[in-house]
């Protein structure tokens, strides 16, 4: 069965810099995967979406890549600020509509 | 704003007495889901509706069951609650797949669920 792997270890970065989140999946490749934010007792936001026909996803201070040789996508933001601490999930789709296999997560910490 | 809602946000139980967890849209979605999601750890996705037809995860104890008696409600039941289900209980909405592939989900803030 398909296994999504997302850094268990929370990622403590400073004010102003990039964090770079890592979400690396087994076996085939899926049509899609989306990043989800989650905070404390609340549901997960969706974030971006980013098909396996794209290399690259952009929005605002956000940036998903997806590369389908590494089994990997990546989650970027640029300029973190306090309010972007959050757990980060990653959730791949292994077709056009179907369910998600959420991963489990990583917390990431921003310090002014 | 159009939303999903859970209710209650949490809910105390006694070890075996049931319990109903209820979700309801105001996004006209067809397709409601369900998760389980323990502390740390990522949601698990117990079934799904596609408009009325019901969806059970090959992995989901029979302990839990749910009803879909119109598109904005949808609820899940837990007939004996043992210890181990324990956790947040999450809803999710999207869109017809049919008509618009690559669909986000949309969650509720779930229902924290205690068992005593």
């Known amino acids: 069965s398909q296994k999504i792997e997302q850094n268990s270890e929370a990622l403590n970065i400073q004010e102003g810099k990039t964090a770079t989140l890592t979400c690396n999946y087994t076996?085939?490749?899926?049509?899609?995967l989306q990043w989800y934010r989650q905070d404390p007792g609340r549901g997960p936001v969706f974030l971006l979406l980013?098909?396996?026909?794209?290399k690259e996803k952009r929005k605002e201070r956000l940036k998903v890549t997806f590369d389908t040789t590494l089994k990997q996508s990546l989650f970027h933001i640029t300029a973190s600020q306090p309010a972007d601490s959050a757990t980060y999930l990653c959730?791949?789709?292994?077709?056009?509509?179907?369910?998600?296999?959420f991963g489990q997560g990583t917390e990431l910490s921003v310090k002014p | 704003d159009a939303m999903v809602i859970q209710n209650p946000r949490y809910q105390v139980t006694q070890f075996g007495k049931p319990v109903t967890l209820s979700c309801s849209q105001t996004?006209?979605?067809?397709?409601m889901y369900w998760y389980q999601q323990k502390s740390s750890q990522a949601p698990k996705l117990l079934f799904h509706?596609?408009?009325?037809?019901?969806?059970n995860e090959a992995d989901t104890p029979d302990n839990f069951q749910s009803r879909r008696p119109n598109t904005s409600f949808c609820f899940l039941d837990i007939r004996s609650p043992g210890l181990g289900d324990a956790a947040m209980y999450l809803c999710?909405?999207?869109?017809?797949?049919?008509?618009?592939?690559?669909?986000?989900?949309?969650f509720g803030d779930g229902t924290r669920l205690s068992i005593l």
């Open positions: 999710a909405t999207s869109r017809d797949r049919r008509r618009a592939p690559y669909q986000p989900q949309h």
């Open positions: 076996n085939y490749s899926p049509a899609y």
């Open positions: 980013i098909r396996e026909n794209e």
């Open positions: 959730a791949p789709s292994y077709n056009q509509g179907g369910k998600l296999i």
């Open positions: 996004l006209n979605h067809n397709v």
């Open positions: 509706y596609y408009d009325k037809d019901f969806n």
